[in-house]
């Protein structure tokens, strides 16, 4: 029977020096920049409304309907901002290191709502009535942790912000916009300073509760879940990016879940108890589940191509 600790203010506490370590090493590793430097301002015009402009339609945008799609659902990711800085604030607390690193996140994360949400009224690639009616419904129904606990949350966000950097990376490579381009990695590399920062107080995790880390990370292997799957029509608009190979189950198992499981060390730790290395054991299973899953789905996705291709010839 295990005796370590799970208790939430036994934690942060002992979690807060290298919180304060990872803070200053952020602070000093992040770079300053500006989302009105990547957005072409030349390129917009009025609306149609009280401005008496133009209404908007498909024709004007320049980008594929994939491209569109995938930098709507990480814009609404982002919008939901105000509910993220609610849970993490109410866990991690507004005080001390802790409180300095939640403020600095919600700054650097609400940047990147303004960035892309300009970007995409800017150059007209998307229905401005329509986005401004998806955010709503989506902000309407908040975000509630899956994973309200110190361990749960902080393998969670471990994952989720390296799945982040990853979506938006390959956005910006498939939208056939440099300017796009150049956007999304500049929001893609904030995404992996956070990520960095997470996986280090995973790592900390480790040392001060191993067995309950373990069963931590097996918790949010097998749930694991995008922050925006409560956007309206969330399912058929990932399909639609995984079939484009934004993201897909290949990715997450290859990209996002192993890297991080690597460089833990979590398959080789030593050490466990009973409980933890059968959290061990159990997520060994659910890994070789989600690696099969993928290679399902990339058969799928190449008969279906493959049939695409016969239909056009």
Sequence with gaps: MTTETTDTLVLLRELEPVVETNLNRHLSTAKEWFPHEFVPWSQGSD????????????????????????????LLTEDNLPSYHHEIATLYGRDGAWGTWVHRWTAEEGRHGTAIRDYLLTTRAVDPIALERARMTHMETGFTADHPDVLGSLSYVSMQEL????????????????????????????????????????????????????????????????????????????????????????IHHDEVVMPVLRQLKVLERTGLSAEGERAREELVEVLGKLDTAASRFEDKRAAHQARAAARAA
């Design 163 to 250: 799945a982040t950097r990853v979506a938006h990376r390959n956005t910006g490579r498939v939208s056939g916009d440099p300017i796009c381009d150049a956007l999304l990695a500049k929001v893609a590399n904030d995404e992996n300073l956070h990520m960095l920062f997470y996986r280090n107080l995973l790592m900390a995790s480790f040392d001060l509760v191993p067995n309950a880390t373990m069963e931590a990370i097996l918790r949010v292997v097998k749930s694991f879940q995008m922050p925006g799957h409560t956007i309206e029509n969330f399912g058929r608009k990932s399909v639609q990016i995984a079939m484009a190979g934004i993201y897909d189950l290949r």
């Design 47 to 74: 609306f149609d409304g009280p401005l008496g402009g133009q209404a908007w339609e498909p024709s004007q945008s320049k980008l594929s309907e994939v491209a569109r799609t995938s930098l709507i659902v990480n």
